[in-house]
C-alpha cells in the first residue's frame, strides 16, 4: 500500500479557496494516512487546523476512509488521534466527530 505522498498536502490552498462558499464543507477522510509520522500523526494538526479555521468547524466532517486505510491503520489508528488531540475543544470534537453531519444532512440516528 502506497506510503503517503511526499507533500500530502500541497494543494490546501485549492481546498481553502473553497471555503467562500457557504454550500461546501469538507469531510476529513483518512487523513492520518497522510501522515509521514507513526501514530498518533501529529503532522496532520497544523494543515487540518488550517481547515477548519477556513470553513469553521461546523462545516467539517470526519470520517476514517477505512475501507481503503484498512492496510495501513487500525480503526482506532484512525480514531483516536481525533478523540485524544488537544486542538479541538470537546463542542469542536462533538461538531466534527457527527454534529456538523447531522445538521448538513438533517438526520438524527435512530434511537432504539
Known amino acids: 500500500y502506497p ?4 507533500e500530502p498536502f500541497a494543494d490546501l490552498h485549492a481546498l481553502l479557496a473553497l471555503a467562500d462558499y457557504d454550500n461546501v464543507a469538507v469531510k476529513i477522510t483518512g487523513a492520518c494516512t ?12 497544523d494543515p487540518l487546523c488550517r481547515v477548519f479555521d477556513a470553513f469553521g468547524i461546523d462545516r467539517c466532517l ?3 476512509d477505512w475501507t481503503r486505510a484498512v492496510h495501513l491503520l487500525t480503526y482506532e489508528q484512525g480514531v483516536a488521534p481525533f478523540r485524544l488531540t488537544d486542538r479541538l475543544s470537546d ?3 462533538a461538531t ?4 456538523a453531519l447531522q445538521r448538513i444532512y438533517d438526520w438524527s440516528p ?3
Open 3 to 6: 506510503p503517503a505522498p511526499p
Open 34 to 45: 497522510l501522515s509521514h509520522q507513526p501514530y498518533p500523526y501529529d503532522d496532520i494538526w
Open 62 to 64: 470526519w470520517g476514517t
Open 91 to 93: 463542542e469542536e470534537r
Open 96 to 99: 466534527l466527530m457527527g454534529g
Open 110 to 112: 435512530a434511537v432504539t
